[in-house]
C-alpha cells in the first residue's frame, strides 16, 4: 500500500515535469520586457550566466492554467547578427531545444524599429507571440493600432499589453498554451480566450513536451511580408536550394534554411563556420559571395543595408495599415523632453552627473551606515553575553564567535547594508533611463582613455562597489573595450575607501587632502587607460546607442531587482566572507601573520614610512578595505590611544592612498578572473599595487619635507 | 532653395537630414543599418554633445547617440528648402 502510493506520487511527478512550457522572451532594450518578465516570475528569479559565456541570464518559472511555464529573460538587442555576444548568444538559444515559445515584446511606441527585430525573429519559424507593449502610451499620444489588421498580417497571436499594470501578461500564457496543444495559431478574435482557458483546464491529456514543440508546429506561411526585392529573393531563393541539398547537415544546428541562407548572403561570421566545418558545403560561401557582390554591384549599397532597407520597406507598409492617427495629432511628454535637456546640457548636465556620482555615494553610506551600526551594536550586545558566559579568552569563543560569526555580523554589516541601498539607487537610475546620457555626455572623455562613453555607466556603479560594477563591463561589445573597463571600474574608489579616507584623513588631515586623494586617483585611472589604450591591441569602436525617454521608475521592478541581485550575494558572496573571516581569525590567534610583517616592512616601514604592523592590515585590506581602518581603530583601542596617536598626519595620508590604489578588493579580483581570466586578474592587481607603491613612496618622501 | 551635402556632425542642430551613405566599416554599417540608419532615410539632429561629443539624432521616431567620428561619416543631404 505505502510502496504503491508512493509510486503513484512518483509518477505524478514525472508528469509534471512533461508539462513544462519553456518560453524565451525576447525585444529591443527598454521595451518593458523585465516589467513583464517580473509580473510574470515574481521573486522566483535567479541570475545565472549562459554556459561558458559572461552574459547574464534571467530565468523564472510560475505555474499557471495547470502549466509550468520557465521563462527566460534575454538580454536587449536589436538584431540577430553578431554584433554583440548578446546577440549571438540569444539566437543560439532561441532555435535550441531550451524553447517552445518565443514572446516578442515590442514597443508600441516605437513600431518600426522593434518590429524590424521581429521580422528577423519570423526567420527562424519558432512558435511566436507578439506582445505589443506601452499600449498606454500610445494611447495618450492619440494613436491607435488595428490588431485585427496586425493578426491578419502576422497571423501570429498579437497581444496589447501594458505591462506595468499587468494588463495583458497572463493572456500571453494562454496564447503560449494554445500554440502548444494545437501546434498552430489561432486568432483570439475568432475564438473565445475564455472557452479555450476552461477547455485546457478541464483537459486531462495535456501537451505531450517530449516531442519537440518546434518540429510539429505548422508556422504559417509569411512569405508575403518576409519577401525581399526580386534581385534578392531570387539570389536566396539559389542558396536555400543548395543548402536544401545538405540538409541531413544542417538539421543538426536548428536554423531554417531560409535564415541561415540569408545570413551566409550577410557575410556573418558565425552562420560562415557552419558552412567552414564541412567540405561539402564549404562552396556555397563562395556562391555567396558572388550573390553578394553581384548584389552589391546592382545597388550601389553594401549587403547589410540593401537587406536592412528591404526589411524596412515591408515594415514601412505594414505600419501604414496599422497605426491610426487621432483626430488631435501625436503628443509628446514634455517633462520627459525637459529632464532630457536638463541632464544633456553642456554645463548643468555636468554639474547633475557629479550631483548624481555625489548622491549615490551619500544614499549608499547613510543608509548604509546606519543599518551597519544598528548591527554592530547588536552584535556587541550578543558579544558580551558570550563573553560573560564563556570567558573573553577562550579558544573556542574566538575562533566560533569572532572568526565565523563575527564574519557573519561583518559581512551584514560591513557589506551588504552598503550593497542593498547600492542596487536600489543603481536600479532607479537604470530603470528611470539616466544612464545612457552620462555615456553620451562622457563619449568624447572615455575616447582618450580607449573606450567609448558606455563604459561610464559601469564606473558610476563602481562609487558603490567595484563587485557588481565589474560586472557591468559586460556591456561593452568587444573584448578589449571590456578589458580596460575592468581595469577602470576596478581602480574607481568604492563606498569601503571612501570609508577610510573619511574615517581617517577627513576626520584628522582635512578635507584638502581628501580632495587630493581623489584626484590622485582620478590621475591613476586615467594614466590607466592611457597605458592600456596603448598596449592592447585592436582599436576603440564607435558609440551606437539607443537614448530612451526617460519615464517614472517602476518600483515594483526596481525592488524585485534589488532583492534578487541581493539573494544572489547573499548566496555566493557571503560564504565566503564568513569563511575567509573565520580562517584569520584563526591565523591571527597563532601568530602566524607575524611574519608577514616582517617581511612586508622594507615597504611598510621604510618605502612607504608607515608603522610595521600596518603590513598584517593592508593583507586584510584585500578582503574588504574598510578593514584597515577598523583593524587600525582596534589596535589603537588595545593600545590605550586614539588614531592620532597611532599614525601622524603623513602617514595617515600614506595610509589611505595606499589602500585607495593599491588592489581591488578580492571578491573583485575573482569576479575579473570570472569575467576575463586569471592571468588578466592577476595582471590588474599587479599594476595596482605597483602604481600604489609608486606613488605612495614618492608623496611619503616628497611629503616628508613640507611637514616636517 | 538650398539643398547641401554634408556630413552629419557639420550640420545644425535641429536640422531635417536625409542620409545619403555611411562610409563605415562593415560592423558598424550593419549595426546602423539595422537601426535604421539607411540611405534615404529622414533624420533629425537632435542634439551634440560638448566638448566635440557624441551626435544624438532622431531616426524612425528614436533617438540614437552615434560616436563623432562615426558621425563624420555618414553623408546627409540638408534640406534648406523651407
Known amino acids: 500500500m505505502q510502496i504503491h502510493k508512493s509510486k503513484n506520487k512518483q509518477d505524478k511527478k514525472k508528469k509534471k515535469v512533461k508539462e513544462f512550457i519553456n518560453i524565451g522572451l525576447a525585444g529591443n532594450a527598454n521595451v518593458g520586457k523585465s516589467v513583464i518578465f517580473n509580473q510574470l516570475t515574481g521573486l522566483s528569479q535567479t541570475i545565472g550566466n549562459w554556459p561558458g559565456k559572461t552574459v547574464e541570464k534571467m530565468e523564472g518559472h510560475l505555474n499557471s492554467l495547470g502549466y509550468r511555464f520557465n521563462i527566460v529573460d534575454l538580454p536587449g538587442i536589436y538584431s540577430l547578427s553578431t554584433y554583440s555576444l548578446e546577440e549571438i548568444i540569444s539566437r543560439e538559444y532561441l532555435v535550441s531545444e531550451e524553447v517552445d515559445v518565443i514572446i516578442n515584446v515590442i514597443d508600441a511606441t516605437n513600431l518600426e524599429r522593434n518590429l524590424f527585430f521581429t521580422f528577423q525573429l519570423l526567420e527562424l519559424k519558432v512558435p511566436m507571440i507578439l506582445a505589443i507593449n506601452q499600449m498606454d502610451i500610445l494611447r495618450k499620444r492619440n494613436l491607435k493600432l488595428n490588431f485585427e489588421r496586425l493578426e491578419e498580417i502576422f497571423k501570429l497571436p498579437v497581444i496589447p499589453v501594458v505591462a506595468v499594470h499587468g494588463t495583458g501578461v497572463y493572456q500571453l500564457l494562454e496564447k503560449a498554451i494554445e500554440l502548444v496543444v494545437y501546434h498552430q495559431p489561432t486568432s483570439h478574435y475568432i475564438q473565445d480566450g475564455k472557452k479555450i482557458h476552461e477547455q485546457l483546464s478541464n483537459n486531462d491529456k495535456k501537451v505531450n513536451n517530449d516531442l519537440s514543440i518546434k518540429e510539429r508546429f505548422h508556422f504559417p506561411d509569411l512569405s508575403s511580408i518576409l519577401k525581399y526585392g526580386k534581385e534578392v529573393e531570387t539570389r536566396i531563393y539559389e542558396l536555400i536550394k543548395n543548402i536544401d541539398i545538405h540538409l541531413e547537415y544542417f538539421s543538426t544546428f536548428n536554423y531554417p534554411s531560409r535564415f541561415l541562407a540569408i545570413k551566409i548572403l550577410e557575410n556573418d561570421e558565425e552562420i560562415e563556420k557552419i558552412f567552414k566545418a564541412n567540405q561539402k558545403t564549404i562552396y556555397i560561401i563562395n556562391l555567396a559571395e558572388n550573390y553578394r557582390n553581384e548584389l552589391e554591384e546592382l545597388h550601389g549599397e553594401d549587403i547589410s543595408t540593401i537587406i536592412s532597407s528591404e526589411i524596412y520597406t515591408n515594415i514601412h507598409k505594414i505600419i501604414e495599415k496599422v497605426v491610426i492617427v487621432k483626430a488631435r495629432g501625436e503628443k509628446k511628454l514634455v517633462w520627459a523632453e525637459k529632464l532630457d535637456h536638463l541632464t544633456t546640457h553642456s554645463f548643468w548636465g555636468y554639474i547633475i552627473l557629479i550631483l548624481i556620482l555625489a548622491g549615490i555615494y551619500f544614499f549608499t553610506f547613510l543608509i548604509g551606515g546606519f543599518f551597519g551600526g544598528l548591527i554592530e551594536d547588536f552584535f556587541e550586545v550578543l558579544s558580551n553575553i558570550i563573553y560573560s558566559i564563556y570567558g573573553e579568552d577562550d579558544l573556542w569563543v574566538k575562533i566560533f564567535w569572532e572568526g565565523g560569526l563575527g564574519g557573519f555580523f561583518g559581512g551584514l554589516s560591513g557589506v551588504l547594508v552598503y550593497v542593498i541601498p547600492f542596487f536600489l539607487i543603481i536600479e532607479f537610475l537604470q530603470d528611470s533611463g539616466y544612464l545612457p546620457r552620462a555615456a553620451y555626455l562622457m563619449d568624447r572623455f572615455m575616447h582618450s582613455l580607449g573606450v567609448h562613453g558606455k563604459t561610464i555607466i559601469p564606473m558610476i556603479l563602481g562609487f558603490g562597489c567595484n563587485v557588481p560594477a565589474c560586472t557591468g563591463c559586460r556591456i561593452m561589445e568587444t573584448e578589449r573595450e571590456k578589458k580596460i573597463s575592468i581595469a577602470l571600474t576596478s581602480s574607481i574608489p568604492c563606498a569601503a575607501v571612501m570609508t577610510v579616507v573619511l574615517g581617517l584623513v577627513g576626520r584628522y588631515v582635512g578635507i584638502t587632502w581628501v580632495l587630493i586623494l581623489f584626484a590622485i586617483n582620478f590621475i591613476v585611472i586615467i594614466i590607466t587607460g592611457k597605458i592600456l589604450n596603448k598596449i592592447l591591441p585592436g582599436q576603440c569602436t564607435e558609440l551606437i546607442m539607443e537614448v530612451h525617454q526617460y519615464r517614472i521608475p517602476n518600483y515594483s521592478v526596481i525592488l524585485k531587482q534589488t532583492w534578487i541581485r541581493t539573494k544572489e550575494f547573499i548566496f555566493k558572496a557571503l560564504p565566503i566572507i564568513i569563511i575567509t573571516g573565520f580562517l584569520l581569525e584563526i591565523f591571527f590567534i597563532f601568530r602566524l601573520l607575524d611574519p608577514i610583517n616582517f617581511i612586508l616592512s622594507p615597504v611598510t616601514y621604510y618605502w612607504l614610512g608607515l608603522p610595521a604592523i600596518t603590513g598584517i592590515f593592508l593583507i586584510y585590506g584585500i578582503l574588504r578595505k574598510e578593514l584597515t581602518l577598523v583593524l587600525l581603530a582596534v589596535l589603537a583601542n588595545s593600545m590605550g590611544t586614539t588614531l592620532v596617536g597611532l599614525l601622524n598626519p603623513l602617514q595617515m595620508i600614506i595610509f589611505s592612498l595606499v589602500t585607495m590604489l593599491y588592489i581591488p578588493c578580492f571578491a573583485t579580483i575573482v569576479l575579473i578572473a570570472k569575467e576575463t581570466n586569471w592571468k588578466y586578474a592577476l595582471q590588474i592587481a599587479g599594476l595596482e599595487i605597483g602604481i600604489a607603491l609608486l606613488i605612495g613612496g614618492i608623496l611619503n618622501w616628497g611629503l616628508f619635507f613640507i611637514f616636517y | ?82
Do not use: W
Open chain 2, 1 to 82: 532653395m538650398e539643398s547641401l551635402i554634408k556630413c552629419l556632425i557639420d550640420c545644425l542642430i535641429g536640422e531635417k537630414l536625409k542620409v545619403l551613405r555611411v562610409n563605415a566599416g562593415y560592423h558598424a554599417k550593419r549595426r546602423l543599418a539595422n537601426l535604421g540608419i539607411i540611405p534615404g532615410v529622414q533624420i533629425i539632429k537632435k542634439k551634440a554633445a560638448p566638448f566635440r561629443g557624441p551626435i544624438e539624432v532622431i531616426v524612425k521616431g528614436t533617438s540614437l547617440v552615434i560616436g563623432r567620428g562615426l558621425a563624420a561619416r555618414i553623408v546627409v543631404l540638408s534640406d534648406n528648402s523651407k
